[in-house]
């Protein structure tokens, strides 16, 4: 990495609770700041994923998502307000993002990116999260991730319950998104749309993605590495798993090209 960023006094000033961590000090709040986080979907996820990372001072914020915000959305997707029903939901986040944090760059990408354009935007980031509602979207992020070498945070949820997991390409045996799921159960793929979900259980999700990634940013490795986390709202239970690599994996196994 180039050389870090030093801090002015506003930014000590706003991120002095970051600094005063021991874990994180002055230098990982200077990697957050030279940072840069791909965050794929602004729905119910990405909405308290992005507006974390912004208020954290993650330096570069990309957001991509094709949608347009909706009136059933806003029950959820708190990055957006009612007057911005209509708009893209990747501006109306970067719009909040800017007025939490004016100093951030954020950039947005209004269309559904083919796989050349996810592997340039994989490649240019330094951590990446999936807060999208699709399979096909999920395994070409993996795939790109893979590819990059880029640590890729995990969410979903659904009724009420959730999970995330972080898939680190950089280590050596890190499982991979394929090993969760195998394209194969693409048909039994479930939406919010069809199924509801508790609103609040996106923001447990999303703000558990939001701490892996500054962890990550800060140069720490991630706290849920090789593990899946499961979340019950329903319950108030929180489990944990290991996350073993599939050895057949046709994305990271033995066999993978
Ligand atoms: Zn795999």
Same mark, same amino acid.
């Given at each position: 990495m180039s050389a870090l960023p030093e801090l002015d006094d506003a930014q000590l000033a706003r991120h002095a609770r970051h600094v005063l961590l021991a874990e994180i000090g002055y230098e990982g709040q200077q990697r957050i700041r030279a940072g840069h986080a791909l965050i794929l979907g602004l729905g119910g996820l990405g909405s308290p994923v992005a507006l974390y990372l912004a208020a954290a001072g993650t330096g570069t914020l990309t957001l991509v998502d094709d949608d347009r915000v909706e009136l059933s959305n806003l029950q959820r997707q708190i990055a957006h307000a009612d007057a911005d029903r209509g708009r893209l939901k990747a501006e109306s986040a970067a719009g909040r993002c800017r007025a939490l944090n004016p100093a951030l760059r954020v950039q947005t990408v209004c269309i559904r990116p083919d796989a050349a354009a996810l592997a340039a935007l994989v490649a240019a980031a330094d951590v990446v999260l999936d807060c999208s509602d699709n399979f096909p979207t999920r395994h070409a992020l993996n795939l790109a991730c893979r590819a990059a070498r880029r640590p890729l945070v995990s969410g979903a949820a659904i009724r009420w319950s959730g999970q995330l997991a972080v898939f680190d390409a &950089?280590?050596?045996?890190a499982p991979c998104y394929r090993c969760l799921y195998p394209e194969a159960d693409e048909a039994a793929a479930e939406t919010c749309t069809a199924n509801g979900v508790i609103a609040p259980l996106v923001g447990v999700i999303g703000a558990l993605q939001a701490s892996e990634a500054l962890q990550l940013l800060a140069g &720490?490795? $991630? $706290?849920? $590495?090789?593990r899946l986390l499961r979340y019950d709202a329903l319950g108030a239970r929180l489990r944990s798993a290991r996350l073993p690599r599939d050895p057949d994996c046709p994305v990271c196994g033995r066999r993978a090209g």
């Amino acid at each position: 990495m180039s050389a870090l960023p030093e801090l002015d006094d506003a930014q000590l000033a706003r991120h002095a609770r970051h600094v005063l961590l021991a874990e994180i000090g002055y230098e990982g709040q200077q990697r957050i700041r030279a940072g840069h986080a791909l965050i794929l979907g602004l729905g119910g996820l990405g909405s308290p994923v992005a507006l974390y990372l912004a208020a954290a001072g993650t330096g570069t914020l990309t957001l991509v998502d094709d949608d347009r915000v909706e009136l059933s959305n806003l029950q959820r997707q708190i990055a957006h307000a009612d007057a911005d029903r209509g708009r893209l939901k990747a501006e109306s986040a970067a719009g909040r993002c800017r007025a939490l944090n004016p100093a951030l760059r954020v950039q947005t990408v209004c269309i559904r990116p083919d796989a050349a354009a996810l592997a340039a935007l994989v490649a240019a980031a330094d951590v990446v999260l999936d807060c999208s509602d699709n399979f096909p979207t999920r395994h070409a992020l993996n795939l790109a991730c893979r590819a990059a070498r880029r640590p890729l945070v995990s969410g979903a949820a659904i009724r009420w319950s959730g999970q995330l997991a972080v898939f680190d390409a &950089r280590e050596p045996d890190a499982p991979c998104y394929r090993c969760l799921y195998p394209e194969a159960d693409e048909a039994a793929a479930e939406t919010c749309t069809a199924n509801g979900v508790i609103a609040p259980l996106v923001g447990v999700i999303g703000a558990l993605q939001a701490s892996e990634a500054l962890q990550l940013l800060a140069g &720490r490795p $991630a $706290a849920l $590495a090789g593990r899946l986390l499961r979340y019950d709202a329903l319950g108030a239970r929180l489990r944990s798993a290991r996350l073993p690599r599939d050895p057949d994996c046709p994305v990271c196994g033995r066999r993978a090209g």
